[in-house]
């Protein structure tokens, strides 16, 4: 119980922002610049929420989004899963060093990355194109690195067995590793999701066309040169974070406990 | 032979909405990204033969980035919407409009230059060449909460009781005197910018940059004192430290009440108009106060064609650019979807709001007449733009204490030699 | 012929071989890059030249550069700890898959699902000192209200909060995979042997948790070094220069100066000492 009301009390402190902005997403602009501020709004406006719609082309940022997100999901995991188990079970000569290089990049700011890394996605023919914004996120160290962390919790000895019952690498991949991994595959759906929909950077430098833009990228020219709206901007965060939250809620499910006979006592 | 009529009269239907001629506009204010959508859709009434893709980008966060790798890369808009501070670096790209002024405008490029303001025309030029074409004019000038004067029974200048600018010394008594009668923590909103900075020292008759971007303001005697007078509103409370510290909002502290006075611009005449109608507030616009002089600083931005090699499109793109360089045409029209103000000289435009017909004809354009041509060719350069942050992180240095005047004018000066030294090279 | 093919399934190189593609073209092409483009001074829209190691000897005397190292240290020694531990904690007490688990996890996820820019805003909007939320009822109760984001050092602890408020749920998630393929039967053989809670916890749990740890570990270092947005949004580097941590400072002289070669210089020296980072907390890892 204590347990219980600690974690309680832990998530009002948290959602403590994300409350505050729904509030404010129905607020209008001279109430969210009044002070004292006030918490609910004394009058609901819509303003927010109507700007959006009126003037954006929601729906379109969605679907955009959505495919990117999606697509550029079900090819990362896959490709995490395999990178993960190369190079965590892997026996090939430089897995070390390739280890190592291929985290290096988890210490690159994006920011800088950007200019030669348009350059690459130009020469690609990738730019303005949706494809130009899954493609370049494949790679993701941080999806990497938790394959191959995940990995080598797999016991050799279950691998070994395998290969004395006949099994060649491809059986053992699909056949025995694949199902271990579920919740590694739930974690690295939810986080790829996350990163692909919340992604800025690379959809300013490769869109051009606004036919194309992502709900983040809309969200950010929602910023003008002297005044911010920032009940619209409110109310399109609110809205952009439901698709996360569902995939979210979606692939707890494959959070089954260990088929390794895990599980904790507490 | 009338079903052949009638498909060919479709295959022409077709292929002539299939020319439609598709023009993309950068854009980096959402609400200007609004307005020129409208007024393009009022364009493409006239001609229906052209459709125009305005993309919004997110202005301190992407803009210029993403127009340096359009240039970089080749894949550049058709139209591009740029303010004074970016103009410097984006008008070597774009295409020179001089013939086409003469040819569609009849009128000479010089008699043309000579109808707008001079604080926003020596952005458009490149040599013999001009390269943009005027967009909205903002100039500076000081928002007050008019219940909060009353109360304390201050008279501003100009139609508020009094014709005169404020002194210096008068400024810093009213608002001492405007806190107290009204009980605010505050007195003064000022913007953390280096722009907003500039017009304080320009009153001075202090400048940063002289004409051929020399760094001068170590020259002027008075240089640190006037920065210690700046600082000093901070330490007596009269300008929130948070608005410099960290970036709390200047508009919303005034907007909300926290302050009565706002040293802002005409850009905040619909926020004003908007919280005026929605929450009973009031608000007037004066003059800056007299210090050695007085006067607004000039910004605004423009808008230019990029050379893209596709002629038909940059054929398109300038045949608009000339309708939105007509001040009875597509500028008229811009004004008013954007309650805008005007970059021609003797150009009165009625906007339908009396309380904003008023602060456009009675204080800003005086505000803007005043102002001193350096004040737009000292900002309109590469070297302002890189000097921006430096200038305003070292006020915020000075109000925390952490460096004096004299440093920050001698800090400044070394930054500027960087600068200069990278540049040459 | 037939046998180099047999080899690279053999060694389960062939697993590595599509994301080694995707990493060569987008991560290692662009890296080196950058590295090459710091011995370069360029705007963007001019052309490239060559200045060999001028930005490297322009370095040395950039002491708001180092400042911003240092700025980094401080920031990563508040959130990783603070992140570590507290996501540790949540996934222990969120681990078990109830009702009750599985719903809490969402509204501890809930920050690292909503991008940098609206979280920092949010904090930006309750810190304000005037008109924040958080100082408004601080002064209804009769407190002095604080300065979260003007005082060098308490800007930094906020941002550093911010950060810690972002990952935590992520980390947490992550923490929640490790544990549950920890096998029950180690528990149970503790608690057999007369262990209690804490000590079946610590000495048979976290140990089984060391790649998990390591994960952890490492990406929320990486993470709070490279973070940015979140820091610029909240208080642009500010008060002045106290919470300018190197990608912010890297990012300013790039795209507010058009000082491409430098920054990429920069870049270069910032990712080498994080490097150096990620080695010692290997090897020390390893040593264990």
């Not at chain 1, 995940?150 to 056949?175: R, V």
């Not at chain 2, 305005?54 to 240039?71: D, W």
């Not at chain 2, 805008?340 to 709001?353: F, P």
């Not at chain 3, 093919?5 to 662009?30: A, D, E, H, Y």
Request: charged residues 20%; hydrophobic residues 50%.
């Amino acid at each position: 119980m204590i347990k219980k009301t600690f974690i309680i009390f832990l998530t009002v402190i948290y959602m403590l922002p994300v409350f505050w902005s729904v509030v404010s997403s129905f607020k209008s602009m001279s109430e969210i610049y009044n002070y004292p501020p006030t918490i609910f709004p004394s009058k609901i406006s819509l303003d927010g929420y109507l700007r959006i719609f009126k003037d954006y082309n929601f729906i379109t940022y969605l679907n955009n989004t959505l495919f990117v997100a999606v697509i550029a999901t079900v090819i990362t995991v896959l490709v995490c899963v395999m990178t993960g188990y190369g190079l965590a079970k892997g026996t090939f000569p430089g897995k070390q060093m390739l280890n190592n290089v291929m985290l290096t990049t988890l210490f690159i700011t994006a920011q800088i990355m950007m200019v030669p890394l348009f350059i690459v996605i130009k020469k690609l023919g990738l730019i303005n194109s949706l494809w130009g914004l899954i493609i370049p996120a494949i790679y993701t160290p941080t999806g990497t690195f938790t394959a191959i962390q995940y990995m080598k919790d797999i016991p050799n000895e279950l691998l070994e067995s395998a290969k004395i019952d006949g099994a060649n690498e491809w059986q053992i991949f699909w056949k025995i590793v694949m199902p271990l991994s579920k919740p590694l595959i739930a974690a690295l759906a939810i986080f790829s999701f996350t990163w692909r929909w919340n992604d800025f950077i690379l959809p300013l430098i490769v869109i051009n066309d606004s036919k194309l833009y992502t709900i983040q990228l809309a969200l950010s020219s929602l910023q003008g040169q002297y005044t911010i709206p920032w009940n619209a901007i409110m109310a399109f965060s609110t809205l952009a974070i439901i698709p996360t939250l569902i995939i979210f809620l979606l692939f707890q499910k494959l959070f089954m406990r260990g088929l390794m006979a895990g599980g904790l006592k507490y | 032979m009338r079903r052949l009529i009638l498909v060919s009269i479709l295959v022409l239907m077709f292929s002539f909405a299939a020319n439609a001629v598709k023009l993309s506009m950068y854009v980096g204010d959402e609400h200007m990204a609004k307005v020129m959508k409208e007024v393009t859709a009022v364009y493409v009434k006239e001609h229906p033969d052209v459709e125009f893709d305005i993309i919004a980008l997110p202005y301190y966060s992407g803009f210029m980035q993403k127009v340096s790798l359009s240039i970089m890369s080749g894949d550049v808009p058709d139209l591009i919407q740029v303010t004074t501070a970016y103009a410097p670096q984006v008008k070597e790209y774009l295409i020179n409009l001089a013939p086409y002024i003469e040819k569609d405008l009849g009128i000479t490029p010089k008699d043309y230059l000579n109808s707008i303001l001079d604080v926003t025309s020596v952005y458009m030029t490149q040599g013999d060449e001009i390269k943009l074409v005027p967009l909205e004019f903002t100039i500076t000038g000081i928002w007050i909460n008019k219940k909060m004067f009353e109360k304390a029974g201050i008279k501003y200048p100009p139609t508020g009781g009094r014709s005169d600018p404020w002194t210096w010394e008068e400024f810093k008594d009213i608002l001492a005197k405007v806190k107290k009668a009204n009980r605010i923590p505050y007195a003064l909103s000022y913007d953390y910018s280096a722009d907003r900075f500039f017009n304080y020292l320009a009153l001075w008759n202090i400048k940063v940059l002289d004409d051929d971007l020399n760094f001068v303001m170590d020259q002027y005697p008075d240089a640190a004192k006037a920065v210690e007078e700046f600082i000093n509103l901070f330490e007596k409370n009269l300008i929130p430290r948070a608005e410099w510290l960290s970036g709390q909002s200047a508009q919303q502290d005034f907007f909300g009440g926290r302050t009565a006075v706002y040293w802002s611009g005409s850009w905040q005449c619909d926020n004003a108009l908007d919280i005026m109608k929605e929450t009973g507030k009031e608000f007037d616009v004066a003059y800056v106060p007299m210090i050695k002089d007085w006067f607004g600083v000039p910004g605004g931005s423009f808008l230019g064609a990029f050379k893209t090699g596709n002629k038909e499109k940059e054929a398109e793109a300038i045949k608009f650019i000339m309708w939105m360089a007509q001040k009875d045409k597509g500028y008229l029209e811009f004004l008013k979807d954007g309650l805008y103000l005007t970059a021609y000289k003797n150009h009165v435009v009625d906007y339908g709001i009396p309380e904003f017909n008023k602060w456009a004809n009675e204080v800003f354009s005086k505000l803007g007449e005043r102002a001193p041509v350096w004040t737009a060719i000292t900002r309109a350069n590469v070297i302002w733009s890189k000097l921006y942050d430096v200038v305003r992180k070292q006020i915020a240095l000075g109000i925390t204490g952490e460096v004096t005047a004299e440093e920050i004018v001698k800090n400044l000066r070394s930054e500027y030699e960087k600068i200069k030294s990278e540049a040459s090279k | 012929m037939r046998n180099k093919k047999l080899s690279i399934v053999k060694n389960r190189f062939v697993f590595v071989i599509p994301g080694l593609i995707f990493f060569v073209t987008f991560s290692l092409i662009p890296i080196i890059a950058v590295f090459v483009m710091g011995f370069t001074s360029w705007d963007l829209l001019h052309p490239i030249k060559f200045v060999g190691l001028r930005n490297f000897r322009n370095m040395l005397h950039d002491k708001w550069f180092w400042n911003s190292i240092l700025v980094s240290f401080k920031f990563m020694g508040i959130s990783v700890p603070l992140i570590f531990f507290l996501s540790l904690a949540l996934a222990i007490a969120l681990y078990k898959e109830d009702r009750f688990s599985k719903i809490f996890r969402a509204f501890f996820y809930w920050p690292y699902m909503i991008p940098a820019v609206v979280g920092g805003t949010m904090w930006k909007w309750l810190l304000s000192y005037d008109t924040g939320l958080l100082n408004y009822i601080l002064s209804k109760l009769g407190l002095e209200p604080v300065s979260w984001l003007e005082e060098s050092t308490n800007a930094l602890i906020s941002v550093s909060l911010a950060q810690v408020w972002i990952l935590s749920g992520f980390m947490m998630m992550i923490f929640i995979t490790g544990l549950q393929n920890i096998p029950l039967e180690y528990q149970e053989a503790a608690v057999v042997d007369g262990a209690n809670k804490w000590q079946v916890f610590w000495y048979v749990v976290f140990p089984l948790l060391k790649n998990t740890n390591l994960l952890v570990l490492i990406v929320s270092i990486a993470y709070c070094f490279r973070s940015f947005t979140l820091i610029y949004i909240m208080t642009t580097g500010g008060p002045g220069y106290a919470t300018t941590v190197a990608p912010l400072y890297v990012y300013q002289r790039a795209f507010t100066e058009y000082r491409i070669g430098y920054a990429s210089a920069l870049s270069a020296v910032v990712l080498a000492i994080a490097l150096v980072i990620a080695l010692t907390v290997l090897r020390v890892r390893k040593s264990d």
